[in-house]
């Protein structure tokens, strides 16, 4: 029996296969224009299409701006994304067959990953108010960077006021800070599913929220104090008798306050929310007060079936331990397998918040999930079931690994209300994993509580001389996705008899003093064959071609730049302004590091072989061009 051939499938099943479940950009780029009358056909006969541009190589995406002008009306799902392909969205939104989004007419899903840095303030506007025009659904923002913010806190309110909408999600890395929230309550809006993370919100806005989306079913807030109430004092308050939440079953909440203080506003909340069927709560830097949840919840939320209490940056003061076994002992939490406490002890403040690595891979998780990896967890109260659906251990996904953790486990100490605490939590579903420090006690910790087979994202940039261990737990993490390490570690991948690691795609050696080298790329290419995004420092710009010969698959490059640091932010935007007279690649710049965008052009681009290494990145060079008084250059309002 021969083999099938996709020409052998009948046009319905190509019909499906190309509107639900092929990139529109394999679509153009392996089949359109291919001799085959009958493959074009279909593929013009087709309804709808999604593209794709997560991760998307620069030459293909070059091919698929140059087409996509033809199925501009037929495009049902949008992805676009700058990291690890900066200038993507700005190039998307700059051409002139594309936008403003208005063209679009079957657009009904639209992802952005924007680094707002990169993409024009006019543009990134225009872009914004054409959205209102559309039919969309669902829409998926995740902004990063501070610069033209304004245009997000304007075009917020109008995003509600769109009637198709039905899913939103906006997660920033900075704070919005003067969002007109009470506009909100002229309007009525149709969003069931809402996610707002980065942006300022406190209760009193919420409830602006509740009284325009009231048919809201799932909400996930990050609520503050009313300290930004100044920016609009002048206006009149337009809360209205707001009715009663009946469709919303499940709210997630991140509180930044004490939350006695603003126990009143809770109440209020949870009084607009009878029918909550799950909720989770967490709260940074508070004491440890559960009664106050407790009353809340017997009070309001007589529905509830699930509900999990967090506590962040948790510090144990006198009396707690007791306080702590007491809670054990409660009916209201021991009765209900689904009612459970989380208490997170961190690895130290915002330990990556200079270094999110793994940000592109994330691009999901909440900010503060990123930056804060936990160090110690205790889970309330201790249950006897290991199976439990909801287990709260099962949300810890990262973890920071170091001696403090070791030192809780030791078995001499049996007093220690960690040990008595946490001897029945098994970390099953932890996907992006910091070693800081490992030796036998930890060693045999993480066998035991940890599968490694789920590990996605790997730190062991902070270990020393630990090949013994390394080359004992690479080998089970055979879905790691990216790795940060030293130079020394690569050590461990010459002597140690690993696999492949073909689902692995970045690589970050960020963290090493010595420059990346040929030697360096041999070794890392004949371990993980398929990485696509590398970060190194420092690096001889003369030795990028050799780039492409060790890493085909290679289309994103993060070197740190030559020379201090300019704490002047006009000498920065003039210096991007300059490079990107002079070179052929798009590039972003954040703080001193530097991420190429690559293409073949990139590695054939004459400038690698003028320049000595990172001349012609360094901030504080004297050439003239620098200091040309005929370089243009745009002000902060235009740039």
């Known amino acids: ?158 995003l509600f006021r769109m009637q198709t909408l039905k899913q939103l999600s906006i997660i920033s890395n900075s704070t919005m800070e003067r969002i007109d929230w009470q506009s909100l309550a002229d309007y009525s809006s149709n969003i069931k599913y809402l996610t707002l993370k980065g942006v300022n919100c406190d209760f009193e806005n919420a409830r602006y929220i509740f009284q325009c989306a009231s048919g809201l079913k799932y909400v996930d807030l990050t609520l503050e104090a009313n300290r930004y109430r100044r920016y609009y004092t002048a206006k009149e308050p337009k809360i209205q008798q707001v009715i009663q939440m009946s469709k919303l079953q499940t709210m997630i909440l991140k509180i930044n306050g004490d939350t006695t203080s603003l126990r009143d506003s809770i109440n209020s909340m949870f009084q607009l929310t009878p029918f909550l069927r799950r909720l989770e709560v967490r709260i940074d830097n508070s004491s440890f007060d559960v009664t106050i949840w407790e009353n809340l919840v017997e009070t309001n939320l007589t529905k509830l079936i699930y509900f999990t209490l967090q506590y962040n940056s948790f510090y144990l003061k006198d009396g707690d331990e007791e306080n702590i076994l007491e809670i054990i002992k409660i009916p209201f939490w021991m009765e209900r397998k689904d009612f459970n406490i989380i208490l997170k002890k961190h690895a130290g403040e915002n330990k990556s918040s200079n270094d999110q690595y793994y940000l592109g ?43 403090s953790l070791a030192e809780s486990y030791n078995p001499n100490n049996v007093e220690n209300l960690i040990l008595a605490l946490m001897q029945n939590i098994d970390l099953n579903n932890v996907e992006n994993l910091i070693i800081n420090q490992i030796d036998d006690t930890i060693f045999a910790l993480m066998q035991e509580r940890i599968a490694f087979s789920h590990i996605k994202h790997l730190d062991i940039s902070a270990v020393r001389n630990t090949t013994k261990y390394l080359s004992n737990i690479l080998p089970s993490m055979i879905n790691l996705r990216s790795i940060k390490m030293t130079g020394s570690a690569l050590n461990i991948l010459k002597s140690a008899s690993l696999p492949s690691f073909p689902k692995l795609t970045f690589i970050d050696l960020a963290m090493d003093k010595y420059p990346f080298s040929k030697d360096h790329a041999n070794t890392l290419s004949t371990v993980f064959p398929n990485v696509e995004h590398l970060r190194v420092t420092p690096l001889n710009l003369s030795d990028v071609p050799i780039l492409n010969t060790y890493f085909p698959k290679l289309h994103s490059l993060t070197f740190l730049s030559n020379g201090n640091e300019s704490n002047d932010d006009y000498k920065k935007k003039k210096f991007d302004y300059d490079l990107r007279r002079i070179v052929t690649f798009l590039f972003h710049r954040k703080a001193e590091w530097i991420t190429i965008w690559l293409d073949q052009d990139v590695y054939k681009d004459d400038i690698w072989e003028k320049c000595e290494s990172g001349q012609i990145f360094n901030l504080n060079t004297n050439q003239s061009r620098y200091n040309n008084p005929y370089s243009y250059y745009n002000n902060d309002d235009d740039y």
């Open 1 to 158: 029996m021969s083999p099938s051939k996709l020409e052998s499938l009948p046009n319905e099943i190509l019909i499906e296969l190309f509107e639900k479940h092929i990139n529109g950009i394999d679509i153009i780029r392996s089949f359109r224009f291919q001799l085959n009358k009958r493959i074009d056909s279909i593929i013009l006969g087709c309804r709808r299409f999604k593209f794709d541009f997560i991760k998307c190589y620069k030459t293909d995406f070059c091919f698929s701006m140059g087409l996509l002008p033809a199925y501009v009306d037929k495009v049902e799902q949008l992805a676009l994304s700058e990291q690890n392909s900066p200038g993507q969205i700005h190039a998307f939104l700059a051409s002139e067959y594309l936008s403003p989004f208005a063209s679009f007419t079957g657009l009904r899903k639209l992802y952005m990953n924007i680094i707002t840095d990169t993409v024009e303030p006019t543009i990134l506007t225009q872009a914004f108010e054409s959205l209102t025009k559309t039919n969309l659904r669902a829409l998926s923002i995740v902004i990063n960077g501070t610069e033209s913010l304004r245009s997000f806190d304007s075009i917020i309110p109008k």
């Open 361 to 403: 891979s994330l691009e999901n998780s909440s900010a503060d999930d990123l930056r804060m990896f936990a160090e110690k967890w205790y889970v309330l109260p201790k249950r006897q079931e290991k199976n439990i659906r909801f287990h709260p251990a099962n949300q810890i996904t990262n973890v920071t690994i170091s001696k």
